[in-house]
């Protein structure tokens, strides 16, 4: 197998000169050349292309456009986060490169990743501009596939970038303030339910889920989900990535990147053992009524999450109906690692 230079692979992923290619294909906003001779899959998510010969492997995706953070830099990091790190287990990234193409701002970099067996190098190559963030993500554990790596970058076409109005500084996004900054931090709720002595058919259903939302400053928001049942042999994790806006008494919440997870119990207890499965979950944008309410009875505020229908994030609604059609989040245990062993 030739031998991989992620140093090398990354300085031949040209990504500032734009080539001539004929026979494109689109996703979303994105233009762009198949590798000839590879395997295709499409989702609503990302268009894939995959090889592997006696070199070695190679997997180039396409991924479906998100807002834009407002700076190149932050999209690929952002999106790092979301593919690499979280996705693959890689490293930070390295060799960082910045340059433009036809007004969108790019930037790339890469890492090394193992993950359940797979290993290798990941590089993203990241397009900002028009409100809008593109990546490419490639995981390989050779060289050979630089050239298709490369043309398979250069002939990526984008919209054109409409011109600015003005040369003036943008100005700094203001603070979050009023109820917009009371989201600021994590949420979490749980539910449960215990079996009954007389009844063994309530031990199959057994268990908790517990739910947190941490809400950043800079707009983007992480979702934890774990979901432990005592006759289940395996913990479910979910995580989710992406970015929310307040308007008023309106959250909005877009994820980016969603997966499911199912680890094997460690001893058969509430502790992540092996990794089983991951599977991406779908992507499912919601618009809440939020309100912050102090329940004098437990002496504690709650966010409160309101929607019109239930979601797949969120579940059923909460049987308290203090509020028609809600969820009800407190900040007790807010620090406990959901994926790692739960304090009781």
């Not at 952002?78 to 287990?89: H, I, Q, T």
């Amino acid at each position: 197998m030739k031998k991989l230079n992620l140093t090398l692979l990354l300085v031949c992923t040209h990504l500032f000169v734009a080539a001539a290619f004929s026979q494109t294909a689109k996703f979303d906003i994105v233009a762009y050349t198949p590798p000839a001779g590879w395997s295709a899959e499409k989702d609503e998510n990302s268009v894939r292309f995959s090889t592997e010969t006696d070199a070695g492997y190679c997997v180039i995706s396409l991924v479906r456009s998100i807002d834009t953070t407002g700076d190149a830099g932050n999209d690929f990091e952002m999106l790092w986060e979301l593919f690499a790190k979280d996705g693959l287990n890689a490293t930070a990234s390295q060799g960082r490169r910045s340059g433009e193409r036809d007004g969108w701002l790019v930037e790339a970099g890469g890492g090394a990743f193992e993950k359940e067996g797979l290993s290798g190098a990941a590089v993203l190559t990241t397009f900002s501009g028009n409100g809008k963030a593109v990546a490419v993500l490639v995981i390989t554990n050779t060289d050979a596939f630089e050239s298709n790596i490369s043309a398979f970058i250069d002939s990526i076409k984008l919209p054109p970038v409409a011109a600015q109005k003005t040369t003036t500084a943008p100005t700094p996004a203001a603070a979050p303030s009023g109820d917009a900054a009371k989201l600021i931090g994590r949420w979490q709720r749980s539910s449960s339910s215990s079996p009954a002595y007389a009844d063994p058919a309530s031990w199959g259903t057994a268990g908790y889920t517990t739910s947190r939302y941490e809400f950043n400053s800079d707009g983007t928001y992480i979702y934890t989900e774990r979901t432990f049942r005592m006759t289940h042999p395996r913990i479910f994790i979910v995580k989710e990535n992406g970015r929310y806006t307040v308007a008023g008494n309106t959250l909005t919440v877009t994820p980016a990147k969603s997966t499911i997870s199912a680890y094997n119990k460690a001893g058969g207890s509430d502790a992540l053992g092996t990794l089983a499965t991951t599977q991406n979950r779908k992507l499912e944008k919601v618009i809440y009524k939020f309100t912050f309410h102090y329940f004098s009875g437990i002496q504690e505020w709650n966010l409160v999450l309101q929607a019109d229908a239930p979601t797949e994030r969120d579940g059923p609604f909460s049987g308290n109906t203090t509020f028609n059609n809600a969820w009800y989040f407190d900040q007790k245990f807010i620090n406990t690692d959901l994926t790692a062993v739960r304090v009781n």
